[in-house]
């Protein structure tokens, strides 16, 4: 084969070439809006060019080290995440409420030399970093002043698609958080998969996004809509009526929204119904489980046909996916895989077990991670040859519809009975006094463990303890009835909306003990 032939069939693909692209196409066009700050893709495709040449040129870092980013959503988020894997470094994203040791961790985990901080957590950055640091360098004048020293020609490195450009880290519910190496191949085929499923991520097309840009999935919502030449604005920490503010004023045709977000939006009343929705195309929920009765109230909402359900995890990305028209057909599913996604349910013998049975769900695709960073044995465990194992438990149905039941880990054995958490949770919050719920095992002399139930009420709402349980009784075996319903303020919660199951599980430990 000719040489031309092979180099032109052998580009990678990058992230950074989707909003490169734009640049040539719409150079004037808005990128990125952040608050009154505002990125046009010409400005930002410079911007990232910069980045990549301060980075290579500038702090001699080499293709291949991981760099840590230590910020809150922000306008800068994409162009040093573009830039940085532009030069072949990966960025080891902190979250902005991460502790001194969860900081310093990251970095020697990370091996990091160069660290962009935000103005406000500069001091604990500082404070926290191992003494390999050797440079922090803080957004506001002292970047700005190295951007505009660095080069605007293109990063001589030559980077391949198969290069890790972030690593998010696992929030390490069990044992040390794992940072999860992402490439830019795999992410960008999951953008452009989310452009053909969901449909609103169109040049014509504007995002709101407002979940944390250091999760895998924050960072990629970001992302699609400029890799396609839309526009995106970046809210820095979700607020409900400044979202539902951003989506009406900037026009948005699609939020990604966590089911926290939901419940915060219909605990508004009637404040919810003075926002204009109807130029939205698609909501889309993820990374916790979606309630059948939050649904409905959603549809209800946001008008028909705009709901998406999708599952995935930080490793694999998103996994399935549950269509608008299927949202009251298939009732708590998150849907049918993605394209190109196959997926497999293990029985504990790790053999396939027969349709319509619980088993733990394994994944194959092409937009999965590359491996856990530093973690040869926690990567070999994950992996059954192409697959990945999830630790979610999952059913598909005869039409080859996904049914979440719950974490592996999260199952209570009661009296010898399997209690899937989830199950009982829905079952509550089709109350209509009840906001929230997680349901977990509090240890027990009899059962060995006792199904046990948090409950947040709606704001003004009132019932009683009796009345839950008897809601549970009309539609759960008794084994399945908590035997414990605890009415309190707020639910443990990580960044991205997700109930911390396993904090009220030791909170129950800790009481249960002498
Ligand atoms: P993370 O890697 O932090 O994004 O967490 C992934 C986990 O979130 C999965 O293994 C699931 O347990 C959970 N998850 C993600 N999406 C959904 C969903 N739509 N419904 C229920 N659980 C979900």
């Avoid at 199950?423 to 997680?438: I, R």
Wanted: with cysteine.
């Amino acid at each position: 084969m000719p040489d031309t032939a092979r180099a032109g069939s052998s580009r990678s693909i990058l992230i950074a070439d989707g909003p490169r692209a734009a640049a040539a196409r719409t150079p004037d066009k808005l990128a990125i809006k952040e608050g009154e700050r505002q990125l046009t893709f010409r400005q930002l495709a410079e911007r990232i060019d910069r980045i990549a040449n301060l980075a290579h040129s500038g702090l001699g870092l080499r293709h291949g080290e991981r760099v840590a980013i230590l910020l809150p959503n922000r306008l800068e988020y994409l162009e040093l995440v573009c830039g940085l894997s532009s030069a072949g470094l990966a960025a080891a994203t902190i979250g902005p409420a991460a502790s001194g040791p969860e900081i310093r961790f990251i970095c020697e985990d990370s091996g990091a030399r160069v660290m962009f901080v935000d103005p406000a957590l500069a001091d604990a950055a500082r404070a926290a970093v191992p003494p390999t640091m050797e440079r922090v360098i803080v957004l506001g004048p002292e970047y700005e002043d190295l951007l505009a020293r660095a080069a605007t020609t293109q990063c001589p490195v030559s980077v391949d698609e198969r290069d890790i450009f972030s690593v998010p880290y696992t929030s390490g519910a069990t044992g040390r958080p794992k940072g999860v190496m992402l490439s830019h191949r795999g992410r960008v085929l999951s953008a452009y998969c989310m452009a053909v499923e969901h449909a609103c991520y169109t040049a014509d097309d504007r995002a709101i996004a407002t979940t944390p840009m250091f999760h895998g999935a924050g960072f990629l919502m970001a992302l699609t809509p400029i890799f396609f030449g839309g526009s995106v604005e970046i809210l820095p920490r979700f607020d409900i009526e400044r979202l539902l503010d951003a989506i009406t004023s900037f026009g948005a045709t699609s939020s990604y929204m966590v089911p926290t977000h939901f419940a915060a939006l219909f605990a508004l009343g009637e404040k919810a119904a003075r926002y204009d929705m109807r130029r939205v195309k698609a909501i889309i929920s993820g990374t916790a489980p979606l309630a059948q009765a939050m649904k409905e109230r959603i549809i209800a909402y946001f008008g028909e046909g705009k709901l998406w359900e999708r599952y995935g995890t930080t490793e694999t990305s998103i996994a399935t996916c549950l269509r608008p028209a299927d949202q009251l057909r298939k009732l708590a599913c998150v849907g049918l895989p993605l394209p190109a996604t196959h997926l497999r349910v293990l029985g504990d013998d790790g053999a396939e077990v027969p349709q319509g049975e619980v088993g733990e769900l394994a994944v194959a695709s092409p937009y999965m991670f590359s491996g856990y960073l530093n973690l040869p044995e926690a990567t070999a465990k994950a992996w059954k040859g192409d697959w990945f194992v999830t630790g979610d438990l999952a059913r598909v149905d005869e039409e080859g519809y996904v049914y979440l039941v719950d974490r592996k880990n999260d199952m209570i054995i009661s009296g010898g009975e399997n209690v899937y958490p989830r199950e009982v949770e829905e079952v509550l919050l089709a109350h209509p006094a009840v906001a929230e719920c997680a349901v977990t095992a509090a240890p027990h002399p009899y059962w060995g463990e006792a199904v046990t139930a948090f409950v947040v009420l709606h704001a003004g709402q009132d019932v009683t303890v009796e009345a839950l349980e008897e809601a549970c009784r009309a539609r759960l075996s008794r084994y399945k009835v908590p035997k414990d319903i605890r009415i309190i303020p707020a639910l443990p919660r990580n960044s991205m909306g997700k109930v911390l199951r396993r904090a009220l599980r030791d909170q129950l430990r800790a009481e249960a003990k002498p």
